[in-house]
């Protein structure tokens, strides 16, 4: 069957930071211009925010060079941070708080803000379509459209109503081709298509491996007394250095008697019985965590996989007929622990080099331009002073990085004469289980701490059951045969979702490697984390997944 298509100047994949911050810079500029410029904007999730998660402390950079009277427009962002507690845990019942004086700079939030990304995201979609910006929410863009000579021609949205047999039913509808002069993916973190394209278009030829964390996230209402708005803490060091991994966490109060906790994993872990996941629900046990949320009420949950390889792992950004944007490309500042203010810039930036192109009437090439004006940017130069942050805490451990981070940033502003490698890829960090302790953790307590099952029912996380499985085996023999064998199958426990389980027979023989599809939250872990490199998350239906509420 032949899919019926529509015509596009500019098809933007994600209605994230990047891909909002470009389809308005695009339409100001055509406005600019007294130019009619047709930008589209696909979306997965059910509606604009719903498989938005970030922590988030804002740094409002960027939307003030994009929407200076972002104010006077009501941008939620209502929670200015007023205080900033940097701790390190060295038990569940220790602490030692670092001064700010003796702090990275960059983990300072002065004139930040503490926001909800997904409402942020939802406010900018509204801005964006006031300027004539189409956005289609609840259509995943499943797969990349190429013209005869190998330039992206645009995406193709996933078909609805098929079946996990493979078959049609009942009300299935065609996917709907999207063509476009170029195309923007924006798809956050290890975006499906992105890996396509990187792939495809060599992309990451002479550069590191893309380093990640997966961050989970909570949404706490808590009692009056313990809520202090405005209050931003971070934390390093406890639970996750029992296990020898590295990562951190977090507790921002937010507005209305609200505080979001969470905590970073970096997935460079070696032991194979981690479970970030399980580490987290500890976390909250720590007694500085726990003053604020006891006798609270957990509201939401959630999980998404970050960035944080920086300038040393981003691939190049252009091929032909389109750009790779925001994490999409790596643009997040790990050494900040922000990413959403060099997205939008990245789409900005894009944007601004699309309008020149198409002025001189090009369409479908090599934006080769790009990687020119993105080096002049800001942004680029944030994250090359800050480039040695991520590889200094792999390299040392947190405490003896962070103190490479001070001199470096603090006293030298990020130009000492070298960049740290960090060249071996997160999945390939794992040892065998055999050499390896085993971690017992406790039974959640059902108050502070919980299962993965009762936390993606708060995710409010649906997926038609009935439709081929998007979590994809090229060697469906390898999770029990080389996984469970080596490593006791780590999948079990880096998902947070209860995704991928083991099952026996009664007599506990006969392993059975079990998918549960329908938990998936999006993170994209197991895709990066799998110590074979045999899980292909692709695209489910749209409007499946998460969908999150004030995240």
Avoid at 75 to 99: C, H, M, W
Avoid at 121 to 145: D, H, K, T
Avoid at 263 to 278: A, E, M, Q, R
Avoid at 513 to 532: L, R
Wanted: glycine share 10%; net charge negative; charged share 25%.
């Amino acid at each position: 069957m032949e899919r019926e298509f529509m015509e596009f100047d500019v098809v933007i994949v994600g209605a994230g930071p990047a891909g909002l911050s470009a389809a308005i810079r695009l339409r100001q500029l055509a406005a600019e211009k007294d130019q009619d410029l047709m930008v589209c904007v696909v979306e997965k999730g059910s509606e604009v925010g719903a498989h938005i998660l970030s922590g988030a402390v804002f740094e409002p950079t960027a939307l003030n060079e994009l929407i200076p009277d972002w104010q006077e427009k009501n941008a939620p962002l209502l929670t200015k941070v007023s205080e900033d507690n940097i701790y390190l845990f060295r038990g569940q019942n220790k602490s030692i708080k670092i001064p700010n004086l003796f702090a990275p700079k960059t983990m300072h939030n002065d004139g930040n803000y503490i926001v909800s990304l997904g409402n942020v995201c939802r406010w900018l979609a509204e801005q964006a379509e006031a300027l004539g910006v189409e956005i289609f929410p609840g259509f995943a863009a499943s797969e990349v459209l190429y013209n005869d000579d190998g330039s992206v021609k645009g995406i193709a949205t996933g078909d609805m109503g098929i079946g996990r047999d493979g078959e049609k039913k009942d009300g299935y509808m065609p996917g709907m081709e999207l063509h476009a002069k170029y195309t923007l993916f924006a798809e956050g973190c290890r975006g499906h298509l992105g890996k396509e394209l990187i792939a495809k278009f060599k992309l990451d030829k002479g550069k590191e491996p893309q380093h990640y964390g997966i961050g989970i996230k909570e949404l706490w209402k808590v009692p009056a007394e313990q809520h202090k708005q405005g209050l931003v803490v971070h934390t390093a060091g406890w639970p996750l250095s029992e296990s020898g991994s590295a990562g951190g966490g977090f507790l921002y109060h937010i507005e209305d008697e609200q505080v979001v906790v969470g905590l970073i994993t970096d997935l460079s872990y070696s032991n194979p019985h981690v479970s970030p996941f399980d580490e987290f629900q500890r976390y909250k046990h720590q007694s500085a965590i726990k003053q604020y949320l006891e006798g609270g009420e957990r509201i939401s949950y959630g999980a998404r996989a970050i960035t944080k390889g920086g300038l040393q792992s981003q691939p190049k950004m252009s091929f032909p007929g389109g750009l790779l944007i925001g994490d999409d490309a790596g643009t997040l500042n790990f050494a900040k622990i922000k990413g959403s203010h060099t997205a939008m810039k990245s789409g900005m930036i894009a944007a601004e080099t699309v309008i020149s192109a198409m002025a001189s009437e090009r369409a479908n090439d090599d934006l080769l331009e790009y990687a020119d004006n993105y080096k002049k940017s800001w942004a680029w130069k944030e994250l090359h002073a800050q480039r040695n942050f991520g590889p200094a805490q792999h390299k040392w451990g947190n405490l003896l990085g962070s103190a490479y981070a001070f001199i470096d940033l603090n006293i030298f502003n990020g130009k000492l004469p070298w960049t740290l490698s960090d060249p071996e890829p997160d999945y390939a960090q794992l040892k065998p289980a055999s050499e390896c302790k085993k971690i017992n953790y406790p039974k959640p307590d059902g108050k502070l701490s919980f299962d993965k099952l009762s936390s993606v029912f708060v995710s409010n996380t649906n997926h038609e059951e009935d439709q081929p499985v998007h979590l994809q085996l090229k060697d469906p023999s390898i999770p029990i045969e080389v996984n469970l064998e080596k490593y006791d199958e780590p999948a079990q426990r880096y998902c947070p979702a209860g995704v991928y389980e083991i099952v026996r027979d009664d007599d506990g023989n006969n392993p059975k490697f079990v998918i549960n599809a329908q938990n998936c939250v999006h993170c994209k872990t197991c895709d990066i984390k799998d110590p074979s490199q045999n899980i292909h998350w692709v695209t489910p239906e749209g409007t499946g997944g998460p969908n999150y509420p004030n995240m």
